[in-house]
T-cell receptor, first 111, second 112 residues
Framework: SAVISQKPSRDICQRGTSLTIQCQVD?????MFWYRQQPGQSLTLIAT?????????ESGFVIDKFPISRPNLTFSTLTVSNMSPEDSSIYLC????????FGSGTRLTVV | GIQVEQSPPDLILQEGANSTLRCNFS?????LQWFHQNPWGQLINLFY???GTKQNGRLSATTVATERYSLLYISSSQTTDSGVYFC??????????????FGQGTILTVHP
């Protein structure tokens, strides 16, 4: 299965600022997925990142708030923009290859 | 969309006890996976099991896709088994390739 390196592992940010999360995969994959886990909750899919095309967002998530880049087949970034305390969550990237593999997550706290 | 329900929501065990966690899903799925989330938030793959039975040490899992459920068995539980167990499915319909829908999880606490 794939190996994913995700960073940062955690951050504390001021409201109104933005944070960019990076995921690097050790092999080429067509699609990468971004999830959010709010405190005490399950994981919810934010968007699918495709190389060479715009990301596809799930209901309730918009590009202005969560812009995604996918410059090549091994790398993707998710930006959490204009943050508020409600954005405090764990953000995880994932790939589907011989099962599903997740990055180690980014624990974001907005103060 | 597809619904995924896990039971029980919480489970408290003494070390050495056995347990069964259940995952019901409302529609046909291409894939199903069980995860363990440790206290640091990391998701650990347990089983990729769209159908059939698999075993890995003290853990085993069975998925009966035609009846839309999966079971995770933990035998001789240890304190390190504590954490949240998630079941996640990939819906078989529409454009769902690679997209997982998660259940709400089972919080397992194992006491020494």
């Amino acid at each position: 299965s794939a190996v994913i390196s995700q960073k940062p592992s955690r951050d504390i940010c001021q409201r109104g600022t933005s944070l960019t999360i990076q995921c690097q995969v050790d092999s080429q994959v067509t699609m990468m997925f971004w999830y959010r886990q709010q405190p005490g909750q399950s994981l919810t899919l934010i968007a699918t990142a495709n190389q060479g095309s715009e990301a596809t967002y799930e209901s309730g998530f918009v590009i202005d708030k969560f812009p995604i880049s996918r410059p090549n087949l091994t790398f993707s970034t998710l930006t959490v923009s204009n943050m508020s305390p409600e954005d405090s969550s764990i953000y995880l990237c994932s790939v589907a290859r011989d099962g599903y593999t997740f990055g180690s997550g980014t624990r974001l706290t907005v103060v | 969309g597809i619904q995924v329900e896990q039971s029980p929501p919480d489970l408290i065990l003494q070390e050495g006890a056995n347990s069964t966690l259940r995952c019901n899903f409302s529609d046909s799925v291409n894939n199903l996976q069980w995860f363990h989330q440790n206290p640091w938030g990391q998701l650990i793959n347990l089983f990729y099991i769209p159908s059939g039975t698999k075993q890995n040490g003290r853990l085993s899992a069975t998925t009966v896709a035609t009846e839309r459920y999966s079971l995770l068995y933990i035998s001789s539980s240890q304190t390190t088994d504590s954490g949240v167990y998630f079941c996640a499915v990939e819906y078989a319909g529409g454009t769902s390739y690679g997209k997982l829908t998660f259940g709400q999880g089972t919080i397992l606490t194992v006491h020494p």
